[in-house]
């Protein structure tokens, strides 16, 4: 199964390819950690991307192209992946069709996460990272069993430094301006699925895999 998750800024992209890695058991890729990885350890990109990731803008394509090109390279994606966070305009999704293509594959299923302007804002101020495992919280709709410690591996809690109203602006912006043309470039390839993102986690996580399981016969759940 290859899967994209597609959706606003705290729609639960995050949260659901965790979940869905987890139960698919495959790998989850994330271009939003990958990037923040090579900010963490100060790497060349890292220090490239640092400030169009502080403003909400995106970072250039061809930078991430480079970095989901190294991540396909490895082994584990061959079976599979849930890819959240790629791609975010037109150019990115024809270059993810042309690295597929390059090795034969294709896109099994895009699931879009709907969510409003209203939840979005509400999701994002509250939500909490593990600084361990990566894990999402937030501090009213998914609290930790302790106040700032992660339920699975104990590690603290922080808030992302994009997740202030200023910047969630922006990168809403950002999600709009680009969101109808891909929205319509896979509708057009019959690959698109719609979730209403507003509802419980487990229930879209369910409804994520049942339109899964309908586009590929042999997905083991
Ligand atoms: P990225 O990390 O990808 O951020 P994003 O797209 O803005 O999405 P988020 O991670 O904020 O939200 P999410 O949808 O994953 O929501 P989550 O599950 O956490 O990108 C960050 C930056 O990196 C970009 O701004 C850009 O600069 C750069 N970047 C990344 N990819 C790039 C690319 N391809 N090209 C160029 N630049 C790129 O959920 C949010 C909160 O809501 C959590 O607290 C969660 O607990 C809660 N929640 C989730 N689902 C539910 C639910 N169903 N009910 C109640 N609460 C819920």
Redesign the pocket.
Same mark, same amino acid.
């Given at each position: 199964m290859r899967m994209v998750l597609l959706?606003?800024?705290? %729609?639960?992209?995050?949260?659901?390819a965790i979940r869905l890695a987890e139960r698919l058991k495959l790998p989850h890729i994330?271009?939003?950690?990958l +990037? $923040?990885e090579n900010v963490k350890n100060n790497t060349d990109l890292g220090k490239e991307?640092k400030g169009?990731?502080e403003k909400?803008? +995106? /970072?250039p @394509?061809e930078l /991430?192209a480079k970095m989901l090109a190294m991540r396909f390279r490895q082994p584990d994606t061959k079976k599979g992946f849930i890819l959240?966070?790629?791609? $975010?305009n037109l150019a990115?999704a024809q270059t993810l069709d042309d690295l597929l293509n390059g090795v034969k594959m294709a896109l099994d299923l895009v699931a879009y996460?709907d969510s409003s302007e209203a939840v979005i804002i509400q &999701?994002?101020s509250? $939500? &909490?990272v593990c600084s361990g495992c990566g894990a =999402?919280?937030?501090v009213k =709709?998914?609290p930790p069993k302790a106040e700032g410690i992660c339920d699975n591996c104990g590690a603290n809690l922080y808030q &992302?430094s @994009?997740?202030n109203e200023e910047t969630v602006m922006v &990168?809403l912006q /950002?999600?709009q301006k680009e969101a109808a043309s891909l929205i319509k470039y896979y509708q057009d390839q019959c690959r698109l699925a719609r979730f209403n %993102? @507003? +509802?419980?986690?487990g229930i /879209?996580l369910n409804q994520i895999i049942e339109s899964a399981k309908a586009r590929n016969d042999s997905l083991k759940v």
């Open positions: 959706g606003p800024p705290g %729609a639960g992209k995050g949260t659901q994330s271009t939003g950690d +990037l $923040r991307a169009y990731m909400g803008l +995106l /970072v @394509d /991430v959240d966070g790629y791609p $975010r990115q996460l &999701r994002l509250g $939500r &909490r =999402n919280f937030h =709709n998914m &992302r @994009d997740d &990168r /950002v999600y %993102a @507003d +509802l419980d986690p /879209v």
